[in-house]
């Protein structure tokens, strides 16, 4: 919290029982603390931005006012609504920004194996059928998988990949049971691997004979 004087419990009545201008005062602190709040943690946190921190700031005055009713603790509340607030949102952000990823790397596979697929047989090839059917098996497994895991798969291959431990606290879950469902989720496409391989292998003896 900043050096700003915090208005009284007096005021903090006041303003429950209508008077504007004890709302006003209230407001007007709540939006110079939850700025100064915001605008420190630009500073170190990269994927918020100053700009960002004003529109956090007014939308911190947006929830004041529809639960002012309701605040005991003028101090308490507010710090706890400007921390659950950037969490939110840098999860919101987190969230798009792996989708985003997870959609572009989708595209460059897929864009990948149509080209090994179209090259002629005389033409080198870029990877050999044996890893372009281990991508193809890969990304299909992912596709069929469940949005859980979809998600903790987006923010561990993101760019700036995130640790099971941040990614439970995002998604509200333990980070062993995360761990567990990525293990099985691996199990999964390596036997998948296996079977299609030997289909593979089995389709090119027939041919060969």
Not at 3 to 8: A, D, L, R, S, Y
Not at 81 to 101: C, D, G, P, T, V
Not at 140 to 152: M, V
Not at 159 to 167: A, L
Request: net charge positive.
């Amino acid at each position: 919290m900043s050096n700003t004087v915090i208005p009284t419990d007096l005021t903090l009545e006041k303003a429950k029982l209508g008077c504007e201008m004890s709302t006003q005062i209230l407001i007007g602190w709540i939006y110079t603390e939850s700025l100064s709040y915001f605008v420190s943690k630009a500073y170190f946190e990269s994927k918020l931005s100053v700009s960002e921190a004003e529109d956090l700031a007014g939308e911190c005055v947006l929830e004041f006012r529809s639960v002012l009713p309701q605040v005991r603790m003028l101090e308490r509340y507010a710090r706890r609504m400007f921390r659950n607030n950037m969490i939110r949102y840098l999860s919101r952000k987190r969230a798009r920004q792996s989708r985003e990823i997870l959609s572009s790397d989708r595209y460059r596979t897929t864009h990948q194996l149509e080209e090994v697929a179209d090259q002629a047989p005389s033409e080198p090839k870029s990877i050999s059928d044996r890893d372009a059917l281990r991508v193809y098996t890969s990304l299909r497994q992912l596709n069929n998988s469940d949005p859980i895991l979809k998600q903790i798969w987006a923010y561990r291959m993101a760019d700036d990949p995130m640790g099971y431990k941040q990614i439970g606290e995002i998604m509200g879950m333990d980070d062993a049971a995360l761990r567990m469902r990525i293990a099985r989720f691996c199990r999964r496409v390596r036997k998948e691997c296996r079977k299609n391989e030997r289909r593979l292998f089995q389709n090119r003896a027939a041919v060969s004979y």
